[in-house]
């Protein structure tokens, strides 16, 4: 019979061995990014050992608990829920998940049939003041603990639905890049951080979007990308290739290894592209990129049906197909029309 998730494994070791059968369990290691991990508990001469040392196990770790048994923790709850959902999303969303469980070590130890409303929103509290996004990323963090917690009968009651965002931090009006500015990109277009920053800017991709872009969606030889993924309008729209930006595009390709466009996570590029503003003497977030970008279409005068098109806003026009083949030239007067700088 399988096992269920999150509760270890048995297997056979290779060779002649007095104890031939190791029981292994699974964990997230907090030191290398929650990769998934596996450590044996022991060796044992029979199966039948190895799985009982694994129950033994898995009872001293609260594994086993029914409703009104207060062994498993939170932190507990979340080993089990995140062998089996945390890697299900994207990396920006695994990576949310992370930086939201971490900010709930108050409640690690704590028996989770013992978290009351009260202990929930003290977390949340700690965070008021902070970004809209940063308290819903913690609340969906909080909502999956507890419905997977009622799902298994570790608890009874969800008190994650009632927790209460505090005050959004106000929103801080978008700037866009100057001319100046952009010139100061080009001139440190060698550095591959510079030169993804001027891609997002001659294209308006997400920086998630262009990061996880697979490789087969560029084509050189035509000049245009495929991409795009936040909405169901931006899903697989096509963004042709600024003709000052493709050879920048061809060099990340040439460096590239990958299946993807660039291996960095969101976490590590926007670390670098913090620093290269502050080598820069600038101050801007990745996100204005994008901003800039449909401002420069807007100043160019290009159609509000091929910015749409271009940004991934919604749009009732014509069919995908007539787009594919119709429209694509519009699109790159519409991207070639952008000049930022001379």
């Not at 495929?226 to 000052?244: F, L």
């Not at 449909?294 to 806003?313: Q, Y």
């Amino acid at each position: 019979m399988r096992r269920e998730n999150g509760t270890g494994s048995v297997y056979k070791l290779s060779g002649k061995r007095s104890k031939p059968f190791a029981a292994a369990v699974s964990y997230y290691d907090e030191t290398d990014r929650y990769k998934l991990k596996q450590r044996t508990i022991g060796t044992f001469r029979t199966k039948r050992e190895a799985l009982a040392a694994l129950d033994r196990y898995n009872v001293e770790r609260g594994h086993e608990t029914t409703v009104g048994q207060p062994q498993i923790t939170f932190e507990q709850v979340f080993e089990k829920w995140s062998e089996r959902y945390l890697d299900s999303g994207s990396k920006s969303r695994k990576e949310s998940y992370i930086a939201a469980y971490k900010k709930c070590e108050s409640l690690y130890k704590m028996p989770i049939s013992e978290i009351k409303l009260r202990h929930l929103q003290s977390v949340m509290d700690e965070y008021s003041g902070t970004s809209r996004s940063t308290q819903n990323n913690l609340k969906v963090l909080m909502s999956a603990i507890f419905e997977y917690a009622v799902k298994y009968d570790y608890i009874e009651k969800d008190y994650s639905k009632f927790v209460e965002l505090g005050e959004i931090s106000k929103t801080k009006e978008k700037q866009i890049f100057t001319s100046e500015e952009i010139e100061k990109l080009w001139s440190m277009s060698d550095d591959d951080t510079a030169a993804i920053t001027l891609i997002l800017l001659y294209t308006g991709y997400r920086i998630t979007e262009l990061l996880e872009m697979p490789i087969k969606n560029i084509n050189l030889d035509e000049a245009y990308t495929i991409g795009g993924k936040k909405t169901q309008a931006g899903k697989d729209r096509i963004v042709p290739i600024h003709h000052k930006i493709l050879p920048l595009v061809k060099r990340i390709m040439e460096k590239s290894n990958y299946d993807v466009f660039y291996i960095y996570s969101y976490a590590t590029f926007n670390s670098n592209f913090n620093v290269l503003m502050k080598k820069l003497k600038i101050h801007h977030t990745i996100h204005e990129t994008r901003h800039t970008f449909a401002s420069a279409l807007d100043s160019a005068g290009v159609p509000e049906s091929i910015s749409k098109r271009l940004l991934g806003h919604s749009f009732q026009d014509i069919t995908q197909d007539v787009y594919i083949h119709k429209t694509i030239t519009e699109l790159r007067n519409g991207i070639e029309q952008i000049k930022f700088c001379q």
